[in-house]
């Protein structure tokens, strides 16, 4: 076996998905890297989730990143065959939403998070996918092509990654609501600070 140790970084240079050869610090490797960072938070957060229904969710979400992280580090004119991102991953992340919402006391108030350790992991995993939007959001506006739906399936992931921290909150019957910790009180979604 060859050694992982391939030296061929050690200029600051590593090459996309097709061998074109650019800056490690090229918003592309940017962004791809961000996905990769977020996939290893799930695994984090899968590995301390105690819900089953949400840790086989993770894996399956896992497994989908590195199609995300592929159509990222893939430059559109190395691309072949079809984009690995497809409308169907968008909706399905969508569904799950849907589903999640309908849980009662789900979607009561804003959260300080924290208030349960699996449901910290997801929401730091939803503010490194969120990263990850904005670094996919910069690649469009530069020009930069990304494959159709991978913009969706991460915003949609990031909706998705809040609503797991919530379900590990209320199961746990954590007290993490924004107003109740400030003492306020009115409809959801007020003002709570």
Same mark, same amino acid.
């Given at each position: 076996?060859?050694?992982?140790?391939t /030296?061929?970084?050690?200029?600051?240079q590593?090459?996309l998905?097709g061998?074109k050869? +650019?800056? /490690?610090?090229?918003?592309?490797?940017?962004t791809y890297?961000?996905?990769?960072e977020?996939?290893?938070a $799930?695994?984090?957060?899968?590995?301390?989730c105690a819900d089953p229904?949400?840790?086989?969710a993770t894996?399956?979400?896992?497994?989908? $990143?590195?199609?995300?992280?592929?159509a990222?580090?893939?430059?559109p &004119?190395?691309? /072949?065959g079809?984009?690995?991102?497809?409308?169907?991953?968008?909706? $399905?992340?969508?569904?799950? +939403?849907?589903?999640?919402?309908?849980?009662?006391g789900l979607?009561?108030?804003?959260s300080v998070?924290?208030?349960d350790?699996?449901g910290?992991?997801?929401d730091?995993?939803?503010?490194i996918?969120?990263?990850?939007?904005?670094h996919? +959001?910069r690649?469009d &506006?530069?020009?930069?092509?990304?494959?159709?739906f991978?913009?969706a399936?991460?915003?949609?992931?990031?909706?998705?990654?809040?609503?797991?921290?919530? /379900?590990l &909150? +209320? &199961?746990?019957?954590?007290?993490?609501?924004l107003?109740?910790?400030n003492?306020m009180?009115?409809?959801?979604?007020?003002?709570?600070?």
């Open positions: 076996m060859s050694s992982i140790a /030296k061929l970084g050690d200029t600051g590593t090459s998905a061998g050869r +650019v800056s /490690k610090g090229a918003l592309r490797v940017e890297g961000t996905v990769d977020l996939n290893a $799930l695994g984090y957060a899968r590995s301390i229904d949400l840790a086989a894996l399956a979400i896992q497994q989908d $990143l590195f199609k995300v992280g592929a990222l580090a893939t430059p &004119e190395s691309r /072949k079809d984009a690995p991102v497809t409308e169907t991953m968008v909706e $399905l992340l969508t569904a799950q +939403v849907y589903a999640l919402e309908a849980l009662p979607l009561s108030d804003w998070p924290g208030g350790p699996a910290a992991s997801f730091l995993a939803r503010t996918a969120r990263r990850a939007e904005r996919v +959001v690649m &506006e530069e020009g930069e092509d990304v494959g159709p991978v913009l399936y991460l915003n949609r992931l990031s909706d998705l990654l809040w609503l797991f921290g919530r /379900k &909150e +209320v &199961e746990a019957k954590s007290q993490a609501a107003r109740q910790l003492g009180s009115g409809p959801r979604w007020s003002r709570a600070w």
